[in-house]
């Protein structure tokens, strides 16, 4: 199936209904969606004061592999912006950098279509400084709209984070250039760590974990509220257990690197998984796809049903306890 075919799929099975408005939130492309471009519900990110869709295309899974004769990622990154996803989400280290190059060749003809969101996972000055310059030659742009400190450990320094050869004064250096539009943070491994980070330092936005696993509920607990006090924008990643999806119905349900991802002695369905982040008042879902297929199945869920109340959650946290 080729996009034009899976744009048309798509807007015969999602219906014109805005999940957003029902929550109070607005969608950029009004109450009347063009037939040929359905709209993925909106949500302010935060202090930021932009609306991004409340689903975000995650740079791994399909979006880090190679183009291949029968596949180029870009195609899906195309699709999801025709479905109304404007938010991107990569890294440098998805796969060396080729999920920014994935995303560069789309977004070389359809940079304002999108809200573009990458990061460095470097600590120093210096190093994140020339880790942003290569990924704005890959993404092919002059600017990002945000950029993120990658990946707080467990055992993070944060001593050495604002120091003047530290990662945050290259990130304010950006920021006053213009070439990043807003800062914020990234991290997995520790709720207490993710907490501890934005208490310290003023950023936009936060991205870490949340779903129904008890691995992931200290996140809800411990970052959360400190997030909302701060009003930021709260990205959920995760949301399906890893990159491999091993929450979601039909993916393997264990993995070998349990550092990263996450496991339950029951699954749930995928629309399932993006409801239970959609309901706890984050601002987007950022979710790995495969494929087209996914993508609608993704679509569906963010635009055509209500986010899971908090007994809806509960409910699901003990299916999957």
């Known amino acids: 199936m080729n996009r034009r075919e899976f744009i048309r799929k798509i807007a015969a099975v999602v219906a014109v209904r805005s999940a957003s408005e029902r929550l109070g939130f607005t969608s950029s492309y009004g109450k009347h969606p063009e037939p040929d ?59 060396n950098g080729q999920s920014e190059r994935n995303y560069g060749q789309v977004l070389a003809t359809r940079r304002k279509e999108v809200f573009l969101a990458t990061k460095t996972g470097n600590r120093s000055y210096d190093g994140a400084m020339r880790e942003v310059e290569a990924s704005l030659k890959r993404l092919q742009t002059n600017y990002l709209d945000l950029l993120q400190v990658h990946g707080v450990r467990a055992k993070e320094d944060f001593t050495k984070w604002d120091k003047p050869d530290g990662v945050l004064k290259a990130l304010y250096k950006l920021k006053d250039e213009k070439t990043t539009r807003f800062i914020g943070v990234t991290g997995h491994e520790s709720a207490e760590s993710m907490r501890f980070a934005i208490e310290l330092f003023d950023f ?19 970052v959360l509220p400190l997030a909302r006090e701060k009003k930021m924008g709260i990205l959920a990643m995760k949301v399906m257990g890893g990159g491999l999806g091993s929450l979601a119905v039909g993916n393997p349900i264990k993995n070998d690197d349990v550092w990263y991802h996450d496991m339950a002695p029951r699954q749930a369905k995928a629309g399932e998984l993006i409801r239970y982040a959609l309901g706890l008042r984050i601002s987007a879902a950022v979710v790995g796809m495969g494929s087209l297929k996914h993508l609608q199945v993704n679509v569906a869920a963010a635009r055509d049903v209500e986010p899971l109340n908090k007994t809806e959650r509960a409910a699901l946290e003990k299916h999957m306890s």
């Open 37 to 95: 471009k359905p709209a993925v519900p909106r949500r302010v990110l935060g202090k930021t004061g932009v609306q991004v869709s409340v689903l975000v295309l995650g740079g791994v899974a399909a979006m880090k592999e190679a183009p291949t004769a029968n596949f180029h990622p870009a195609e899906l990154a195309n699709a999801a912006l025709d479905c109304g996803i404007n938010y991107f989400d990569t890294a440098p280290a998805y796969a």
């Open 204 to 222: 936009d936005t936060i991205l870490t974990t949340f779903n129904p696993t008890v691995r992931r509920r200290s996140y809800q607990k411990l």
